[in-house]
Nanobody, 120 residues
C-alpha cells in the first residue's frame, strides 16, 4: 500500500500562484492531480509518468499549471499560475502502480485532498 502525503493549497487572489506537493511512500508508475469543485464531479487536472517524465494536462489548465517530479524525493509538484476563481476545488493527489492516472478508474492510491480557494 502506497501512502500519499499532500502539502500546499490555501487561499489566493485571482491571478496568483500556488504550489502543491505530493510525496509517495512507495514505487509508482505515474502520479497526477485531480480536483473536485463545489457541487461537481471529480475531474482530471494533470499527470506525469514517473520514469519518462511525460506530462498530460486538462485543457482548462494548459499553459497555467505545470506538473513535475523529483524522483530522488519520490515527490510530485503542481505549480499553479494565473489562478482563476473557477480553479477553486479540493485537489487530490493520485498515483497508480501500472499506469499514468488520467481517469478515476486508473488511480490505485488517493491522497486526502487539499483545499485551493481562489478569490475574485
Amino acid at each position: 500500500q502506497v501512502q500519499l502525503v499532500e502539502s500546499g493549497g490555501g487561499l489566493v487572489q485571482a491571478g496568483g500562484s500556488l504550489i502543491l506537493s505530493c510525496a509517495a511512500s512507495g514505487r509508482i508508475r505515474g502520479m497526477g492531480w485531480f480536483r473536485q469543485p463545489p457541487g461537481k464531479e471529480r475531474e482530471f487536472v494533470a499527470a506525469i509518468s514517473w520514469l519518462e517524465g511525460y506530462t498530460n494536462y486538462a485543457d482548462s489548465v494548459k499553459g497555467r499549471f505545470t506538473i513535475s517530479r523529483d524522483n530522488a524525493k519520490n515527490t510530485a509538484y503542481l505549480q499553479m499560475n494565473s489562478l482563476k476563481p473557477e480553479d477553486t476545488a479540493v485537489y487530490y493527489c493520485a498515483a497508480a502502480a501500472r499506469a499514468v492516472p488520467r481517469t478515476n478508474s486508473e488511480v490505485d492510491y488517493w491522497g486526502r485532498g487539499t483545499q485551493v480557494t481562489v478569490s475574485s
